[in-house]
């Protein structure tokens, strides 16, 4: 029973110490990649003397092949295709030429009553003001806090009257 408490001793200790350098290992990793910018800062990214410090110089990259080159245009063709896009080009290319009908009549309730007019909160979207697009003149009315374009009727007639 001693060798199983003393395992799990052991084990806990095992925990909280890969815990306390999990926790470190961000800090370290930072510092190792601001000491790598540093030496090739100073060597050069291509530099053997790099390799003095456990660091591989980059390799430049190799030139494609006029092959290869095809290959890749012609995969990024098809590319394009599979997913639809197109350039402001193509899209230019692209026009309707086909009818459209639009309904203007609107359907009057079957009651014979009248329809509501849409309240200062409603759905029906507004004129923008100001550039603030998505807020309408009712709602802002409502708060209190535009100046409109069009005189209000009964501020007019005040103005008006000496």
Excluded: C
Excluded at 133 to 139: C, D, H, I, P, T
């Amino acid at each position: 029973m001693a060798d199983y408490s003393a395992m799990d001793t052991a084990e806990l200790a095992l925990t909280r110490t890969r815990a306390t350098l999990g926790a470190a290992l961000p800090g370290v990793r930072a510092q190792v990649a601001a000491m790598r910018q540093a030496l090739v800062f100073f060597f050069g990214n291509t530099s053997p003397g790099l390799a003095q410090f456990g660091l591989k110089p980059r390799k430049k990259a190799t030139p494609m092949s006029p092959e290869a080159k095809v290959a890749a245009k012609a995969k990024r063709a098809q590319t394009r295709t599979i997913r639809h896009t197109a350039g402001p080009k193509q899209k230019a290319a692209v026009k309707f030429t086909g009818q459209v009908s639009v309904d203007t009549q609107v359907n009057a309730p079957s009651s014979g009553a009248p329809a509501a007019a849409p309240s200062a909160g409603s759905s029906i979207p507004g004129p923008v003001r100001s550039g603030k697009q998505g807020e309408s003149v009712a709602g802002a009315v409502a708060q209190g806090g535009v100046k409109s374009d069009f005189p209000h009727p009964a501020k007019e007639a005040q103005r008006r009257e000496p």
